[in-house]
């Protein structure tokens, strides 16, 4: 890992320090005692009310398919504290679903209890409120709804695809570069496979949930979200009001990895029910009813045909994928879109394919597509190396380009090849036996894998407030959130850094819609985009303190030029002289000074493609007697231009890294196809890596400028780290036992049939 992270020019030579530092968590304090208050936890006094906000249970549906033919509330509603049930029949009026093509599909209208149709299994039917969580929830038990069920289709089936126009609303479902069809014909090497991953969900440490209250005619929602400005849109569209009368709240999320980008019945029914009461209300989801009533990652069943000469350079590229959305939307997950960038090829292909399901909405994973994408297009590589014989990083390494293909862009900076040569080189990748199944300790089939890891990086239009009061403390505002991965922390090193202060002189504030817009935590844009707008605030402020210095005649560097002056440690300095921040601030702005920033992608950037890399590196033991495979060392060596904070991006990393193993190993979900119902909607049933299941591990962080992006020259990381792990691990398991597994996760079952006899 790099020791020290230079800022970028237009700081002061005092950012140093903060730049690229492993501080801290500045809310790490607050969280561990308790003290940093989540959606649900909102009460009176935090409120500003006099009573206690009301409790909402949702009930949801026990069919996939189907129609409510009678909702019987009668019990439940004269069961002790009970204040409102809602049904379809009583809900109030909401705007239909969509529009269903809509680039932003987290601002669309999403109605609740919109009808007698039944949609998918755990769809919400009913809302029971009540003035205890216990009093709810035995009446929510003692609603009777009845249904006429209809046939429900809840697998994926390549015999019933379909082509969408779109993914996502507005990305081309179909991307050609190149003649595929007679690169691949003309191609000495020729592999074909079909790789096949599971549903998986979302199982944040802080369930969904929402405390609504009315002030007025405004709507204040304490949710748990990761896209502030989007959610409050699309619930204002709901609720057909102006986006100016809901306010959304959040400046502690436990946990969002994609599932709070978008928002859900909790939000729309607390705030339903809190207008309906005149009271506030809050609703949260139980573990189980989050596994059916939000999003999850679809199943993919992808093909892959690949091309090349017995050199190994790749003549031709094909991936086609099938995913599901439901029945009623029209989110496509993009799996493809790294088989379109990573590698030099004369031809590349990609197309996805679609089953409409009686399944709840698929949508954003971390890394949504490319962390399923990347199974199947490393995976093919790893095969494509061992029929041409050649190094799978020596083929990786041949395959490198500086342009990407499919965009007709170069890259504005791409070091896969020194996370190639920087890893193999640590791992001792040269000591690996590439013939499959060849090194054994005891029962133990040992094998060494390895995939490269590639996100294209996204810049998104972000504002920013800067406050600088007449102590020299300088206050941040966006609409910016933190759902543990240190966003908070990093805001704070910028801005002290940019204004030459320390970080304890700096309180950032996020979480709140009434803060200038800002694009939220998610698809590894936000460090970039928020913290470029917070600089250029920063900037901003930074400029009217020095012109008001130069312009001061009290001032002992009046009349410098403005380029001699600079702001560091509480003072502005200029050669041997200087002034303290404070007697500036309390001459010329005594009540403080404001500054906006904002930043949005410039058309010179677009001129070019933009991406974080890396590779993993893997080592296993395959058991053979149990099938049982253990995953003995990993190590990631990664390019995501400057480091902000060493501590936090390491922990984003290493997160990723474990999802991977959990991907590769343990993780899925299916529904049965009887009751259209995921079989697994617990952490009893639902597996993913333990402590127990973790090897050792190491994360590397390769120098690197990127010049294009942004002002502070940083790339994403928050999803790299997962994207080619699970591939990584899948092909340290071939090299250990020789067998292929193109069905992930990984599972004992799988290999057990075609393991050697172990002799004793």
């Not at 207008?275 to 009813?289: A, D, H």
């Not at 966003?487 to 304890?504: C, E, N, V, Y």
């Not at 707008?533 to 009349?559: K, T, Y």
């Not at 007697?625 to 990664?638: A, C, K, S």
Request: aromatic share 6%.
């Amino acid at each position: 890992m790099n020791d020290r992270v230079m800022p970028p020019a237009d700081m002061p030579d005092t950012a140093a320090p903060l730049i690229g530092a492993g501080m801290q968590r500045v809310e790490s304090a607050l969280k561990v005692r308790g003290e940093a208050r989540y959606a649900y936890e909102m009460d009176a006094a935090t409120l500003g009310v006099t009573t206690e906000p009301l409790v909402g249970v949702m009930v949801l549906s026990t069919i996939a398919r189907g129609r409510i033919t009678a909702t019987r509330t009668a019990t439940a509603q004269a069961m002790p504290g009970v204040r409102l049930i809602m049904t379809a029949d009583n809900a109030p009026a909401q705007a239909p679903w969509g529009p269903l093509v809509a680039k932003d599909r987290f601002a669309r209208a999403q109605p609740v209890l919109r009808g007698t149709d039944v949609h998918y299994y755990g769809e919400p039917v009913a809302l029971v409120v009540a003035d205890t969580l216990e009093e709810a929830r035995a009446a929510a038990m003692a609603v009777d709804v009845r249904y006429d069920r209809l046939p429900h289709d809840v697998l994926l089936d390549a015999a019933r695809a379909t082509e969408p126009e779109f993914l996502n609303g507005f990305k081309p479902a179909k991307t050609e570069f190149g003649a595929f069809d007679t690169s691949y014909a003309g191609s000495e090497i020729r592999v074909e496979a079909i790789y096949e991953t599971p549903h998986q969900n979302h199982a944040q440490m802080e369930p969904h949930a929402t405390t609504a209250m009315w002030q007025g005619d405004t709507l204040i929602l304490h949710t748990s979200a990761q896209n502030l400005v989007s959610i409050r849109n699309g619930i204002a569209a709901t609720l057909q009001i102006s986006p100016h009368r809901v306010r959304v709240i959040s400046p502690y999320v436990g946990g969002g990895f994609g599932g709070k980008l978008p928002y859900f019945a909790d939000a729309i029914l607390a705030g339903l029910a809190a207008r309906s009461l005149g009271k506030p209300v809050k609703v949260g989801m139980t573990r189980p009813q989050m596994f059916s009533a939000t999003t999850h990652r679809t199943a993919t069943r992808q093909t892959l045909r690949i091309g090349a000469d017995r050199s190994g350079r790749l003549r031709a590229i094909s991936h086609d994928a099938l995913s599901h959305c439901a029945s009623f939307d029209n989110f496509v997950e993009d799996t493809t879109t790294i088989t379109r960038g990573l590698y030099r090829a004369d031809a590349i292909r990609t197309t996805a394919h679609l089953n409409h399901l009686d399944l709840p909405r698929s949508d954003s994973m971390r890394s949504p597509g490319d962390a399923v994408g990347m199974i199947g297009l490393e995976c093919a590589m790893d095969e494509v190396a061992h029929a041409t014989g050649i190094d799978p990083v020596e083929l990786r390494l041949l395959n490198d380009t500086p342009d990407d293909l499919t965009a007709h862009k170069p890259f504005s900076s791409r070091h896969l090849k020194e996370c190639l040569e920087e890893g193999a080189r640590r791992f001792e990748w040269a000591a690996r036996n590439p013939l499959p199944g060849q090194t054994r300790e005891g029962e133990w089939l040992i094998g060494m894998g390895m995939a490269c890891a590639m996100r294209y990086n996204l810049l998104k239009p972000c504002q920013a407030l800067a406050h600088l009061d007449v102590g020299g403390n300088l206050t941040v505002q966006l609409a910016m959130t933190d759902p543990g991965t240190g966003t908070q922390t990093i805001l704070t090193q910028i801005a002290a850094a940019a204004m030459g202060l320390s970080p304890t002189q700096v309180h950032v504030e996020m979480g709140d819609t009434a803060y200038p817009p800002a694009p939220g935590s998610g698809g590894s844009f936000g460090a970039e985009s928020a913290g470029s707008a917070v600089l250029r605030a920063c900037e901003n402020l930074r400029e009217l303190l020095l012109q008001a210095c130069v312009a001061d005649e009290r001032s002992p560097l009046h009349g410098l030029p403005r380029e001699q002056l600079h702001l560091g440690g509480g003072n502005i300095h200029a050669g041997n002289r200087h002034e303290s921040l404070s007697a500036l601030m309390e001459r010329a702005f005594p009540h403080g000074v404001d500054a906006h920033g904002q930043i949005e992608a410039d058309a010179a950037s677009l001129k070019w493609s933009q991406a974080s890399f890396g590779t993993h590196f893997v080592e296993v033991a395959v058991s053979a007697v149990t099938g049982e495979t253990r995953v003995r060392r990993m190590l990631g060596v990664f390019a995501c231009g400057r480091i902000l904070n060493r501590r936090t991006a390491r922990s984003q990393l290493l997160g990723g890294m474990v999802w991977g193993v959990s991907n590769a190993l343990h993780e899925e979900n299916a529904p049965d196809p009887r009751t259209g119902q995921f079989m697994a909607h617990d952490l009893a049933n639902y597996h993913v890596s333990t402590h127990a299941d973790m090897p050792e591990m190491d994360v590397v962080m390769i120098a690197e400028d990127e010049p294009v992006s942004n002002p502070l020259h940083i790339k994403g990381l928050g999803e790299v780290g997962i994207c080619g792990a699970p591939a990584a691990i899948g092909n340290a398991i071939f090299n250990a036992t020789g067998i292929r597994v193109r069905s992930f996760p990984i599972t004992p079952d799988q290999l057990l049939p075609h393991l050697p006899a172990v002799t004793v």
